[in-house]
């Protein structure tokens, strides 16, 4: 008997060692596991993020000493800002506010990006402040400058979005935090809410994670298309443009292959 009972306990710990194994293996294989776990456990990421926003004020005196800097590419053309006061434009989410929590829920619980869910952790009020981000906004302020926050979160998260950026230590409030919505023409390329910003107030720089945040023209789902938009002003990027990382996900998703022909064996 006490060899059967002990014959069931191995069976029972290799069948746990097994599901353990398995479990641990879908995790590993999720296509987000190494951009998250990146993120939150890379010193490089946060060396990264560091930099940005370093360069980000060096910049800042840069665009400031001269009226006929702008970060804007529709405000250039139209080349009416010289006499307007200084603003800088900042994406939220993964600019400002950390989510990777997030999405190491939908890792572990093997989900998707889910609209209510995201909208939840939005509302919980829990994103932490991606590196360097709130050194860079307080010396923007210290010198006069407008900080506005251009998301694509919906209005109905600009409440939590408000209370977010003040527990990290931010100037948040219905005027400088810029929410979607597409029936009010606030749509998701985020044109409409650059353009209010830029018709009052020169735009110094432009901080986002994706080139979405930074101009027009990406999101379509031709790389070829995409990469060429991009290629052409890209002269802007480091200057007037600052780009955080982003592995996890953005607009740059729609226009990747699907399978083995998003990889490449040779140049």
Not at 53 to 73: F, M, N
Not at 123 to 128: C, D, L, N, R, S
Not at 227 to 241: C, F, H, T, V, Y
């Amino acid at each position: 008997m006490f060899r059967v009972h002990s014959v069931l306990i191995i069976a029972v710990l290799i069948v746990g060692v097994i599901n353990s194994t398995s479990a641990q293996q879908k995790l590993e294989n999720d296509r987000r596991y190494n951009a998250i776990t990146y993120v939150q456990n890379a010193f490089e990421y946060q060396m990264l993020a560091k930099q940005a926003y370093r360069l980000a004020r060096v910049q800042l005196e840069t665009g400031l000493a001269d009226t006929k800097w702008s970060a804007d590419e529709f405000q250039i053309e139209a080349d009416d800002f010289a006499d307007k006061p200084p603003a800088v434009i900042l994406d939220v989410d993964e600019t400002v506010l950390d989510n990777s929590p997030y999405n190491a829920r939908n890792i572990i619980d093997q989900k998707n990006f889910n609209r209510q869910a995201w909208n939840r952790w939005c509302k919980e009020v829990k994103a932490t402040a991606i590196p360097g981000v709130v050194e860079f906004v307080k010396q923007a302020e210290k010198r006069g400058v407008k900080v506005f926050y251009v998301t694509n979160r919906d209005d109905e998260l600009k409440p939590a979005t408000i209370e977010n950026l003040k527990k990290i230590g931010l100037t948040a409030d219905k005027h400088n935090v810029l929410t979607r919505n597409e029936q009010a023409g606030r749509g998701d390329d985020k044109l409409s809410r650059r353009a209010m910003v830029a018709k009052k107030h020169r735009v110094v720089l432009l901080i986002g994670d994706s080139m979405s945040d930074l101009c027009s023209g990406m999101g379509t789902k031709n790389q070829k298309q995409r990469n060429s938009r991009a290629a052409k002003i890209s002269k802007m990027l480091g200057e007037r443009w600052i780009m955080l990382p982003n592995a996890a996900y953005g607009s740059w998703e729609r226009a990747v292959p699907s399978g083995r022909d998003a990889l490449r064996t040779e140049r």
